[in-house]
């Protein structure tokens, strides 16, 4: 079946970072690539801790530890355009192989994965999609006050059609990204500062969607003032530049300036995590369009409540770039909780929640998504798991062709050494 129509001291230093750069061409990692598992950290969720009996060896080579993995999926969907004006379910076949690269070496610290994914629909053959990327790290601790790190992705991604910037495409949206980071911390005393920036490139690869080819450069800094040794206070300031590579004009284009106090926290490795509040002003190069100030949030909280349950709880507010005809920029704020509780050793259950309200700037549209997961994984041993998965989600919009309401269910089994 085909799918419906749809609208459209230096030397010794010198040679571990030396080694650190080559290590970093050799292979490349997401820029969360996990620690060793063997390697416990103070803040932990119980998802995270080391399973001795459970986590992957990898394969030894040299120094380095290299993880193979293969996870095969189904995925039952009874929306699959999150669209309610045209409603189809189907069933999707996935597979998603990845290496992993991970090794800890005097001083540095260097990570790398590759990955890919590849969804085939049995009736709806024009969703099916593959996506794939490469990506690396590396952190330099130069001496006991200075550490410098860098990382760098590219990735093919699909996006999801429950996301406001499919709009009502006939395909499936496909975008190459480029991310490059560059971070420097240095500590003197109780003061430290970080500043860090950041090059982000999105090309989408239909011809007729050059237009919306963009580029975000930011650069942040941020002070900390440690109160105590679990308490540390910081004041941040950001400035980022949005540019367009195919318009001729300045429309959509802007500098955004942003603002943030907080504090990060760590109560002995049981609640920790950072709260930000602030203010973002957005200027458009584009003196047509309307410039505008909005609060800023970036709060991330984990408390593990035993040494069996993790609850976690999020709240972001930021502005994004957005494709939807007519607006100019879009202010996300978006709340999430959630929970992991460790029944077994080896058995894993988590739930989780969202609520988010896109409003774009420019047009008189307000989305409102609901989003409710809850998912199960099973560790038969450190080569073999299976894990099953449930999501609910639905979007109101001011938008009427906008809103859907959508529910999958994953069945999968990874393998890995």
């Known amino acids: 079946?085909?799918?419906?129509?749809?609208?459209?001291?230096?030397?010794?230093?010198?040679?571990?970072?030396?080694?650190?750069?080559?290590?970093?061409?050799?292979?490349w990692t997401a820029s969360t690539a996990p620690a060793d598992a063997q390697t416990p950290r103070r803040t932990q969720t119980v998802s995270e801790r080391p399973r001795p009996l459970f986590d992957p060896i990898g394969i030894p080579m040299g120094p380095?530890?290299?993880?193979?993995?293969?996870?095969v999926s189904m995925e039952i969907?009874?929306?699959?355009?999150?669209?309610?004006?045209?409603?189809?379910?189907?069933?999707?076949?996935?597979?998603?192989?990845?290496?992993?690269?991970r090794e800890e070496l005097e001083g540095v610290n260097v990570s790398a994965l590759a990955f890919a994914r590849t969804t085939q629909y049995v009736d709806n053959r024009s969703e099916s999609n593959e996506e794939f990327g490469i990506a690396t790290r590396v952190d330099y601790e130069i001496d006991s006050t200075n550490v410098l790190g860098g990382a760098a992705r590219f990735e093919r991604q699909t996006v999801s059609r429950s996301d406001p910037?499919?709009?009502?495409?006939?395909?499936?949206l496909q975008r190459n990204l480029v991310?490059?980071?560059?971070?420097?911390?240095?500590?003197?005393?109780?003061?430290?500062?970080?500043?860090?920036?950041?090059?982000?490139?999105?090309?989408?690869?239909?011809?007729d969607e050059d237009a919306e080819d963009r580029q975000r450069y930011a650069g942040t800094t941020r002070l900390s003032y440690e109160i105590s040794p679990r308490v540390d206070a910081f004041v941040e300031g950001q400035f980022s530049a949005l540019r367009y590579s195919s318009r001729l004009s300045d429309d959509g284009e802007a500098n955004t300036y942003t603002a943030l106090v907080g504090s990060a926290f760590d109560l002995d490795g049981v609640i920790f995590g950072e709260v930000g509040v602030g203010v973002f002003r957005e200027d458009f190069l584009d003196p047509a369009e309307r410039d505008f100030t909005g609060l800023a949030l970036n709060t991330s909280v984990d408390w593990n409540v035993t040494g069996l349950t993790t609850l976690r709880a999020s709240l972001v507010r930021r502005d994004e770039a957005t494709r939807v005809d007519g607006?100019?920029?879009?202010?996300?704020?978006?709340?999430?909780?959630?929970?992991?509780?460790?029944?077994?050793?080896?058995?894993?259950?988590?739930?989780?929640?969202?609520?988010?309200?896109?409003?774009f700037e420019g047009i008189d549209r307000s989305d409102q998504t609901v989003a409710i997961g809850a998912g199960v994984e099973y560790l038969f041993n450190r080569y073999l798991s299976a894990f099953a998965r449930y999501e609910f989600t639905t979007?109101?919009?001011?938008?009427?062709?906008?809103?859907?309401?959508?529910?999958r269910g994953i069945l999968g089994i990874t393998a890995r050494l």
């Open 165 to 172: 910037e499919d709009a009502g495409l006939d395909e499936p």
């Open 1 to 27: 079946m085909t799918a419906p129509s749809r609208r459209g001291p230096a030397c010794p230093g010198l040679s571990r970072l030396l080694a650190a750069v080559i290590a970093g061409l050799l292979g």
């Open 327 to 359: 607006a100019t920029s879009r202010v996300r704020t978006e709340i999430g909780v959630g929970a992991t509780h460790e029944l077994l050793r080896n058995l894993l259950v988590d739930v989780d929640a969202s609520y988010r309200i896109d409003q």
């Open 64 to 71: 380095w530890g290299i993880f193979p993995s293969l996870t």
């Open 179 to 207: 991310d490059l980071q560059l971070n420097y911390g240095h500590t003197f005393g109780r003061l430290s500062l970080q500043v860090a920036g950041r090059a982000r490139i999105e090309d989408f690869l239909p011809a």
């Open 395 to 407: 979007r109101g919009s001011d938008d009427p062709d906008s809103d859907f309401v959508r529910n």
């Open 77 to 101: 969907d009874d929306n699959i355009f999150a669209d309610d004006d045209i409603v189809r379910s189907d069933l999707a076949f996935v597979v998603e192989p990845a290496l992993q690269v």
